[in-house]
Nanobody, 116 residues
Framework: QVQLVESGGGLVQTGGSLRLSCVAT????????MGWYRQAPGKQRELVAS???????DYADSVKGRFTISRDNAKNTVFLQMNSLKPEDTAVYYCNAKSYTNREYWGQGTQVTVSS
């Protein structure tokens, strides 16, 4: 089992920045990909960014050039640096981990609100 705990959400004005962190505990050696998803009210949960154990990254088109995902394998932590935030980035952001055997784990979510 893997447990994920997020931090770093909050309220920011348009154009501002936030940094999300997610610490994994438990069976962390089983983790392959870590990432961030978000879900806005009335919308489906969507992938924001992900990073593999080898460092390969993937981003949603809507955040490319503004968000950066990084990972500290020694500390079992994944970060999401969010710059140039827009009101449409407002959502609950969830940390996600996928194991090498395709098991999936979720954090409890952290609210990000961008005011216009």
């Amino acid at each position: 089992q893997v447990q994920l705990v997020e931090s770093g959400g909050g309220l920011v004005q348009t154009g501002g920045s936030l940094r999300l962190s997610c610490v994994a505990t438990g069976s962390t050696l089983s983790i392959n990909v870590m990432g961030w998803y978000r879900q806005a009210p009335g919308k489906q949960r969507e992938l924001v960014a992900s990073v593999s154990s080898g460092g390969g990254t993937d981003y949603a088109d809507s955040v490319k050039g503004r968000f950066t995902i990084s990972r500290d394998n020694a500390k079992n932590t994944v970060f999401l640096q969010m710059n140039s935030l827009k009101p449409e980035d407002t959502a609950v952001y969830y940390c996600n981990a996928k194991s090498y055997t395709n098991r999936e784990y979720w954090g409890q979510g952290t609210q990000v609100t961008v005011s216009s």
